[in-house]
């Protein structure tokens, strides 16, 4: 089994879709503290919770495959769009990954990042970190992908993936997986029945909008928004993109007409279920907003797990072929 390492781990979505594959994560770091406690409730690894500056190359073991969804705000078209020169220092830590790079020669590398990383500052930040991999003789294969078109996902979310390889022949047996028909709806992932807690749902008593919601919320089988002066309509029946500022309300909250005829927005069990997480991963007892927070910054795992595939397709095809 090759072995992975994971950095900006977050609660182990990366790892899960590797893992699907056949892979195996042997370590992991995580700054943030309530993400690395959900990814020790679901994996046997202690993870390494220094912020990524602070942890040395040769602390690290030796592993085949680095796992990486870089932090992803100074890129994003919901964020301030700064990138490498981001005030809060998140687009540079891509450098702390090429200076783990450079001492371990991972056999694959991983990244994992939004759509906007593509077209950020005309392309140039996109071209620096091509150019950091050029340095360290990677070649790689980049490509944007919709969850609803390769993940079987009802979830409009398009990131882009970067699978970087030491060796020419791995990337020669490489290429990315096709899209796939959507077979997945959101009542696959969203219980249109059950009650749920009453903190779940709006009323005219906790919400001051909540009458234009009434109003408009007329269809049980798609995801509203509320777009700071009025009610959008998700009419391609996707779960809007998931965000990691869902916990503290705003425009940014699905919400859905429930068969009871009340308003409210998703659990962050539902929040899991859109990024494609199995029912068996468990969720620590932490608070809600935490939770939104670590899904709408996760990753959509069967997308994750498709790609993982691919990859390991083209190592065996090399090893078969010594």
């Known amino acids: 089994m090759l072995k992975c390492a994971s950095f900006f781990a977050g609660v182990g979505g990366i790892d899960l879709g590797f893992k699907q594959a056949g892979f195996g994560t042997i370590y992991a770091d995580e700054f943030d503290e309530y993400a690395a406690d959900t990814f020790e409730c679901n994996y046997k690894i202690k993870v390494d919770r220094r912020d990524i500056h602070n942890v040395p190359a040769d602390e690290i073991p030796d592993f085949d495959i680095l796992l990486a969804g870089f932090p992803c705000q100074a890129f994003s078209i919901a964020g301030y769009r700064q990138g490498f020169d981001d005030e809060k220092g998140r687009g540079a830590l891509f450098f702390e990954l090429i200076r783990i790079m450079k001492v371990k020669k991972p056999r694959v590398a991983f990244f994992e990042n939004v759509k906007n990383l593509v077209g950020h500052d005309n392309g140039n930040t996109f071209r620096v970190i091509c150019s950091e991999l050029d340095k360290l003789g990677y070649k790689y294969i980049s490509q944007v992908m919709n969850a609803c078109e390769y993940g079987n996902v009802p979830q409009n979310r398009e990131r882009i993936y970067i ?118 991963f468990k969720l620590p007892e932490q608070s809600n907003t935490r939770l939104y927070k670590q899904a709408g910054n996760s990753v959509v795992v069967p997308v994750i797990n498709r790609i993982a595939e691919k990859i390991n397709e083209a190592i065996q095809e090399t090893d078969n072929n010594k």
Not at 244 to 250: R, W
């Open 163 to 280: 699978v970087a390889f030491r060796d020419k022949e791995d990337y020669a047996n490489f290429s990315m997986p096709l899209s796939i028909p959507l077979k997945k709806t959101i009542r696959d992932v969203i219980d249109f029945d059950a009650v749920q807690d009453e903190k779940y749902y709006y009323s005219d008593k906790n919400c001051k909008f909540y009458d234009l919601l009434k109003t408009d919320m007329k269809n049980k089988d798609t995801i509203y928004q509320w777009r700071r002066v009025y009610v959008r309509e998700n009419k391609s029946n996707l779960v809007p993109t998931l965000t990691a500022n869902m916990g503290t309300g705003g425009h940014n909250v699905p919400l859905i007409l429930s068969n009871d005829g009340r308003i409210r927005k998703l659990t962050p069990r539902e929040c899991f279920n859109v990024q494609g997480y199995p029912k068996k």
